[in-house]
T-cell receptor, first 114, second 117 residues
Framework: AQSVTQPDIHITVSEGASLELRCNYS??????LFWYVQSPGQGLQLLLK??????LVQGIKGFEAEFKRSQSSFNLRKPSVHWSDAAEYFC????????????FGQGTTLQVKP | GAGVSQTPSNKVTEKGKYVELRCDPI?????LYWYRQSLGQGPEFLIY????????DSGLPNDRFFAVRPEGSVSTLKIQRTERGDSAVYLC???????????????FGAGSRLTVL
């Protein structure tokens, strides 16, 4: 069955430190992959997406993600975290039919220490 | 409009009551999606519309849930005989359905938080 897994429920990093949020997927073919961020009371905001081509994708707010087919992973990274990055992050996958029907991971809550 | 608008933002109801949640998508977006997000979980797909018709309703949990989009724009999610387990944030999203030209990118609304007492 298709699935998206975020192994880390909660992560705490110090402001200015680097960040990596993990995402693993299970799909029959290469899926479309997305990272969204959700702040309290806000909708989901798209950070970046991957659907083909360069496996390192750049997104908004200084985030990037790398698609690794051999590891079935699409980890999100940021070299230096800001206090405003504290939020919940969701990885999502869409099938090759590209209908927009997404499977989301459980989410990772990021806490930033001053 | 500039974004996806959902009303009400909060709804508290009693078990057994009927509820309607409204979604106003981005103007010109042909596809509209409903997702449900329970506490501590990622969003789960419910249904999506392409134009006026429901293209995929495989995520609706049971026949108490129904959604319409009569004119291909605004959509209403309807829940009959609500149960406490229906308590969640209901998210609406819209997109320019662009099959074959890359990822179909969804823009989400802020959601409607439903609490069933």
């Amino acid at each position: 069955a298709q699935s998206v897994t975020q192994p880390d429920i909660h992560i705490t990093v110090s402001e200015g430190a680097s960040l990596e949020l993990r995402c693993n997927y299970s799909y029959g073919a290469t899926p479309y992959l997305f990272w969204y961020v959700q702040s309290p009371g806000q909708g989901l905001q798209l950070l970046l997406k991957y659907f083909s081509g360069d496996t390192l994708v750049q997104g908004i707010k200084g985030f990037e993600a790398e698609f690794k087919r051999s590891q079935s992973s699409f980890n999100l990274r940021k070299p230096s975290v800001h206090w405003s990055d504290a939020a919940e992050y969701f990885c999502a996958g869409g099938g090759s039919s590209n209908t927009g029907k997404l499977i989301f991971g459980q989410g990772t809550t990021l806490q930033v220490k001053p | 409009g500039a974004g996806v608008s959902q009303t009400p933002s909060n709804k508290v109801t009693e078990k057994g009551k009927y509820v309607e949640l409204r979604c106003d998508p981005i103007s010109g977006h042909t596809a509209l999606y409903w997702y449900r997000q329970s506490l501590g979980q990622g969003p789960e797909f419910l249904i999506y519309f392409q134009g006026t018709g429901a293209a995929d309703d495989s995520g609706l949990p049971n026949d108490r849930f129904f959604a319409v989009r009569p004119e291909g724009s605004v959509s209403t999610l309807k829940i009959q005989r609500t149960e406490r387990g229906d308590s969640a944030v209901y998210l609406c999203a819209s997109s320019l359905m662009s099959l074959g030209s890359g990822a179909n990118v969804l823009t989400f609304g802020a959601g409607s938080r439903l609490t069933v007492l």
